[in-house]
């Protein structure tokens, strides 16, 4: 796997780049996944974010899953998101020089999924600081986001382009936090009924929940 020059070193990355196919509009689409805490041993090759990973490949489009700092074979430190955002900033100014593609669909689970948060309003708000300013977000999927274990209160998205997906039995992010944090932004949920936060035995459920929020009455 490529790893790419990044401000704490280097960034272990895993892009799959699709055929361009004038038939498929997916290809004009990248999605970028981002794991969660490598605290709790979270890596890209999460089975969750190898579900999300399936889900964009089997659908048509690019997509790239990459370890933060300090994870794999990326050097320098945890930093508590921070550090992180930046870690896929620069991830996402490396596939803008790899494709043409600009249309994006975003992704995370747990503490992923408040990193890809954060990630989207850096697109939104401040792309131009980033030189990003051509990249359109089609989808923002927070996968039970660990919005009380991060500061929340402050991050603002899209509703129309925003989609949570959790399980009503989550034992590390508690569900009513999720909950309260998807109806302060006016997003779309689903409940994975008895699901844990690692959706055990449920992945392909989530993974059609992935495809109903990206492509059917909800987009």
């Not at 272990?12 to 605290?39: F, K, M, S, Y």
């Not at 689903?190 to 992935?210: P, Y």
Request: glycine fraction near 8%; include cysteine.
């Amino acid at each position: 796997m490529p790893l790419i020059s990044a401000p704490a070193g280097v960034l272990e990355v895993d892009a799959l780049w699709q055929q361009d196919n004038p038939n498929d509009p997916n290809t004009d689409t990248v999605a970028l996944l981002c794991h969660p805490n490598p605290l709790f041993d979270g890596t890209m090759n999460n089975k969750v974010v190898t579900t999300m990973y399936r889900f964009a490949r089997d659908n048509g489009m690019h997509v790239v899953r990459f370890n933060f700092r300090g994870v794999g074979q990326s050097t320098g430190e945890h930093d508590y998101a921070d550090g992180e955002v930046v870690d896929a900033m620069t991830v996402l100014q490396w596939i803008a020089e790899q494709t043409n593609a600009r249309k994006l669909w975003l992704g995370g689970f747990s503490f992923g999924g408040y990193v890809t948060a954060r990630v989207a309003e850096q697109v939104l708000e401040a792309s131009h600081i980033w030189g990003l300013d051509d990249f359109d977000i089609t989808k923002i999927a927070l996968i039970a986001p660990s919005v009380e274990k991060n500061d929340s209160s402050n991050i603002s998205l899209p509703a129309d382009k925003t989609f949570e997906i959790y399980g009503n039995a989550d034992e590390v992010i508690d569900p009513d936090n999720m909950q309260a944090f998807a109806e302060r932004l006016g997003i779309t949920v689903s409940i994975v009924d008895g699901a844990g936060h690692f959706f055990h035995g449920r992945l392909s459920e989530l993974k059609s929940l992935l495809e109903q929020h990206t492509f059917g009455s909800d987009s």
